[in-house]
């Protein structure tokens, strides 16, 4: 990394505990065959910054800008929810877009409307809904649902979503060969007497993450389409923050359009200097 630009200034957002290193790349920093390991080595925690993910907000000839999203492990992802709000909230306090904008992601265009701490995204069209299919690990098996909200995930219902191990069965179900080959990001929702809570092990993070945004638009239109909810729709995340998602244009079993709303708070604002690479 010595022929970076350095420092390099960044900030560190979160959206409900999924948490994002976030850079201003419209004009080039990291070469393009570098990106992926930067963004592993910066992410890792205790020795360098540590995140979720790396953003790198990059021009957009057909909206307000684009981003390249990388994964703690260095892999790019399509889209995420948590994410979207951050890179919203930056972009507008930056002055690169109004407080309702719409930007470019490999998942397709994102609209997002910024109002102080409190950001709602119109995530790109749900798609490859498939119910209540039999998937068997370790000699069991579990009634899965699945649905790609900008990145695939598999949705299963459970009755003590305490007791549930996200890290060991999300990973078999991850990489499950009925998901291969790209995988599949995994949530356990369980039915509170408040409402639901959702707990999510992140394929390219590699573990249970606090939040992730996709992921509760993934259960919240699963649910919706077993006739368990109705819009809108209250998750509370593993880090214990309520996201809401409201379903646009449903028939009797999916909706066509989903809005994500909840909170992306800044963390600090630094600079990147070569020990972090270290």
Same mark, same amino acid.
């Given at each position: 990394?010595?022929?970076?630009?350095?420092?390099?200034? !960044?900030?560190? =957002?979160?959206?409900?505990?999924?948490? !994002?290193?976030?850079?201003?790349?419209?004009?080039?920093?990291?070469?393009?065959?570098?990106?992926?390991?930067?963004?592993?080595?910066?992410?890792?925690?205790?020795?360098?910054?540590?995140?979720?993910?790396? !953003?790198?907000?990059?021009?957009?000839?057909?909206?307000?800008?684009?981003?390249? !999203?990388?994964?703690?492990?260095?892999?790019?992802?399509?889209?995420?929810?948590?994410?979207?709000?951050?890179?919203?909230?930056?972009?507008?306090?930056?002055?690169?877009?109004?407080?309702? =904008?719409?930007?470019? %992601?490999?998942?397709?265009?994102?609209?997002?409307?910024?109002?102080?701490?409190?950001?709602?995204?119109?995530?790109?069209?749900?798609?490859?809904?498939?119910?209540?299919?039999?998937?068997?690990?370790?000699?069991?098996?579990?009634?899965?649902?699945?649905?790609? %909200?900008?990145?695939?995930?598999?949705? *299963?219902?459970?009755?003590?979503?305490?007791?549930?191990?996200?890290?060991?069965?999300?990973?078999?179900?991850?990489?499950?060969?009925?998901?291969?080959?790209?995988?599949?990001?995994?949530?356990?929702?369980?039915?509170?007497?408040?409402?639901?809570?959702?707990?999510?092990?992140?394929?390219?993070?590699?573990?249970?993450?606090?939040?992730?945004?996709?992921?509760?638009?993934?259960?919240? *239109?699963?649910?919706?389409?077993?006739?368990?909810?109705?819009?809108?729709?209250? =998750?509370? %995340?593993?880090?214990?923050?309520?996201?809401?998602?409201?379903?646009?244009?449903?028939?009797?079993?999916?909706?066509?359009?989903?809005?994500?709303?909840?909170?992306?708070?800044?963390?600090?604002?630094?600079?990147?200097?070569?020990?972090?690479?270290?």
């Amino acid at each position: 990394m010595q022929t970076l630009p350095l420092p390099i200034p !960044f900030w560190k =957002m979160n959206g409900a505990g999924n948490d !994002f290193i976030i850079i201003d790349h419209r004009q080039p920093l990291i070469p393009q065959e570098k990106m992926a390991e930067f963004s592993r080595l910066l992410c890792r925690r205790k020795f360098s910054v540590g995140a979720d993910g790396v !953003f790198l907000v990059e021009p957009s000839t057909r909206a307000d800008f684009s981003w390249r !999203f990388f994964n703690s492990d260095g892999s790019e992802a399509e889209m995420c929810g948590n994410g979207a709000r951050c890179v919203a909230r930056f972009a507008y306090m930056q002055g690169i877009a109004a407080a309702r =904008m719409r930007f470019e %992601t490999l998942a397709g265009l994102v609209e997002a409307s910024v109002a102080d701490t409190r950001v709602t995204i119109r995530m790109t069209p749900p798609h490859s809904f498939l119910f209540d299919r039999q998937v068997e690990v370790d000699g069991q098996r579990f009634l899965v649902h699945s649905v790609d %909200t900008g990145v695939p995930h598999a949705v *299963l219902f459970t009755d003590d979503i305490d007791m549930v191990d996200v890290v060991g069965l999300g990973r078999l179900i991850r990489h499950h060969p009925d998901f291969a080959p790209a995988g599949t990001n995994v949530n356990f929702i369980g039915r509170t007497t408040d409402g639901f809570r959702i707990r999510t092990y992140e394929r390219g993070v590699e573990d249970e993450t606090m939040a992730c945004g996709t992921g509760v638009a993934a259960g919240a *239109l699963i649910a919706a389409a077993k006739g368990l909810v109705s819009s809108p729709v209250d =998750m509370v %995340t593993s880090g214990g923050v309520a996201l809401t998602v409201q379903l646009l244009d449903q028939d009797e079993t999916k909706a066509a359009a989903v809005l994500l709303r909840g909170p992306a708070h800044i963390v600090y604002k630094g600079e990147i200097t070569a020990e972090a690479f270290v």
